[in-house]
């Protein structure tokens, strides 16, 4: 078992909560109305479905979505609260799909889940195969940042009320581009431990490994409102096409 397919199969129960909690369920019509865009009327696969946190509102704004998902308690989850998705257990960082999409997408920094440069190419190679030839791929990824790490480390205090203590502890390994880090969520009695390894990329290393499978960028953004995608932003949506060729 791969250890993200051990991190979601404890994080399934709690996630609903935490992405309450960290604004991202909030978020999630704002993300469909983006991705319903591109794909009226044509089919999407998500990659890392989760519990269908975006997947079930596009679904909702009339796009057939399907997904892979790693972990078993988040593909439960997700059949639990639907059944108009089509879901299957597989690694993105490694599928083949016979049928092609207009819109293959990876939100919520889920392309960090691969831990290594091969691993993340092989999923955009795998992702550019699934595309039909109008389709593209969309990315939500974060900005790296290292503000507040004190030699390499850093602990973030990242939600408190009068029943649960959320608190993030991370180690930066700047040889392997990876961020090596635990969940701790406190509440009642209980403590409960969810490690996770993500590796970081710039946006021009997206760009570098999207061109290397025949993708080019097509738009980027600082966010799903499409507000401008600058120095200060957080995080970035890129939206790759097949590379068209120049004359
Ligand atoms: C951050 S969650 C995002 C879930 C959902 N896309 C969302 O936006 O709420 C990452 C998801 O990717 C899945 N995942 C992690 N590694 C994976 C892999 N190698 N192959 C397939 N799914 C993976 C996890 O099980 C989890 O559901």
């Keep these: 078992m791969l250890s993200g397919e051990l991190t979601y199969n404890t994080f399934a129960s709690v996630y609903e909560q935490y992405t309450i909690i960290v604004g991202k369920v909030a978020e999630a019509d704002e993300t469909a109305a983006f991705l319903e865009r591109f794909c009226r009327g044509r089919s999407a696969l998500e990659l890392g479905i989760g519990n269908g946190r975006v997947a079930v509102p596009l679904t909702e704004r009339g796009v057939t979505v399907e ?8 593909l439960k989850i997700l059949a639990n609260r639907t059944d108009r998705i089509k879901a299957w257990k597989g690694n993105i960082a490694d ?9 293959v997408y990876c939100v919520y920094n889920t392309f960090m889940v691969l831990v290594t440069r091969e691993e993340q190419i092989a999923c955009l190679r795998s992702a550019a195969e699934a595309l039909d030839e109008e389709g593209v791929l969309v990315i939500e990824v974060r900005v790296p940042a290292f503000d507040g790490f004190v030699s390499g480390q850093k602990t973030t205090t ?26 701790l969520w406190f509440s009642g009695t209980s403590v409960r431990r969810i490690p996770e390894r993500l590796r970081y990329v710039y946006h021009q290393e997206l760009d570098t490994m999207a061109e290397c499978v025949g993708l080019e960028l097509l738009e980027r953004w600082g966010d799903w409102k499409r507000g401008a995608f600058t120095d200060s932003s957080k995080r970035h949506v890129s939206v790759y096409r097949r590379t068209r060729l120049k004359c």
């Design 67 to 74: 997904g892979i998902d790693n972990s078993d308690n988040m």
């Design 95 to 103: 599928f083949n799909s016979v049928q092609r999409y207009r819109l």
């Design 158 to 183: 990242m939600f408190v009320d009068h029943e649960n203590t959320f608190v993030h502890a991370e180690i930066h390994d700047p040889t392997t581009q990876n961020l090596i880090q635990t969940f």
